[in-house]
């Protein structure tokens, strides 16, 4: 199955290359890294370990996948994997999130970081009182309003070109994900979870939970945009 990976970078020079790398030598050579706007060598740490990059000035999660994946419409692949560049998650995990979809088994696999965390594969730390608590109230709301049975709204996750272009993604920023799971629950995609590892951030800072501000804008969001798509399909 052809697989193009998806990782947005802000700032994130000291690991997004080993990041491609990994990503490579479990044969996924075709990644895009969409530079949001990076004042460090991000952008040329990824190119020199094989990807190509693309450039978004515009901040906002959502905007660097958009322009990441408007690159790949001209050849699409057949699958779609997204993963940060901080290293948290553990690369060649991609296979374990990308099995149930060779499988024919899903539309959709989401790697949650909860169930890993009930396995003993998160580190201590590396989810954050706030990353726990937001996780918790938006995927119990996504479960009462949607039917959806989730654990984790984690950006480690891989789709279907077909489903996610039928999806039709429009969340520029941090409801980037949870816009993903609400659109899939209400399209009637067959959604898998798995359990995977979650390391503590290295080096730079995470631009949702590295503050309480961060934080909290990001929370908001996430809950705004569960409840905006509330009513018919």
């Known amino acids: 199955m052809d697989v193009a990976a998806v990782i947005p970078a802000l700032n994130e020079a000291a690991s997004v290359g080993e990041a491609v790398r990994r990503l490579r030598d479990v044969g996924i050579q075709r990644v895009v890294v969409a530079d949001n706007g990076s004042t460090d060598a991000t952008t040329d740490m990824?190119?020199?370990?094989?990807?190509?990059?693309?450039?978004?000035?515009?901040?906002?999660?959502?905007?660097?996948?958009?322009?990441?994946?408007?690159?790949?419409?001209?050849?699409?692949?057949?699958?779609?994997?997204?993963?940060?560049?901080?290293?948290?998650?553990?690369?060649?995990?991609?296979?374990?999130?990308?099995?149930?979809?060779?499988?024919?088994?899903?539309?959709?696999?989401?790697?949650?970081?909860?169930?890993?965390?009930?396995?003993?594969?998160?580190?201590?730390?590396?989810?954050?009182?706030?990353?726990?608590?937001?996780?918790?109230?938006?995927?119990?709301?996504?479960?009462?309003?949607?039917?959806?049975?989730?654990?984790?709204?984690?950006?480690?996750?891989?789709?279907?070109?077909?489903?996610l272009t039928a999806l039709d993604m429009r969340d520029e920023n941090f409801g980037w994900t949870v816009e993903m799971q609400v659109k899939a629950a209400r399209a009637g995609l067959r959604v898998v979870e798995v359990p995977v590892h979650y390391k503590r951030r290295r080096t730079g800072e995470s631009k949702v939970s590295g503050d309480l501000k961060g934080s909290i804008k990001a929370g908001i969001k996430i809950l705004y945009t569960v409840a905006r798509h509330v009513g018919p399909p």
């Open 46 to 163: 990824a190119a020199a370990a094989g990807a190509t990059v693309v450039r978004e000035n515009r901040r906002g999660y959502g905007r660097a996948c958009l322009t990441a994946l408007a690159t790949l419409w001209q050849y699409p692949p057949e699958v779609v994997l997204f993963m940060d560049a901080d290293l948290s998650d553990v690369p060649e995990e991609a296979t374990l999130v990308l099995a149930p979809l060779l499988e024919g088994r899903a539309d959709m696999v989401i790697g949650s970081r909860v169930l890993g965390q009930r396995q003993g594969l998160v580190e201590d730390g590396a989810l954050t009182v706030p990353q726990r608590f937001g996780n918790a109230l938006s995927c119990e709301l996504l479960r009462r309003i949607y039917g959806a049975h989730a654990t984790d709204l984690g950006p480690f996750r891989a789709i279907t070109w077909s489903a």
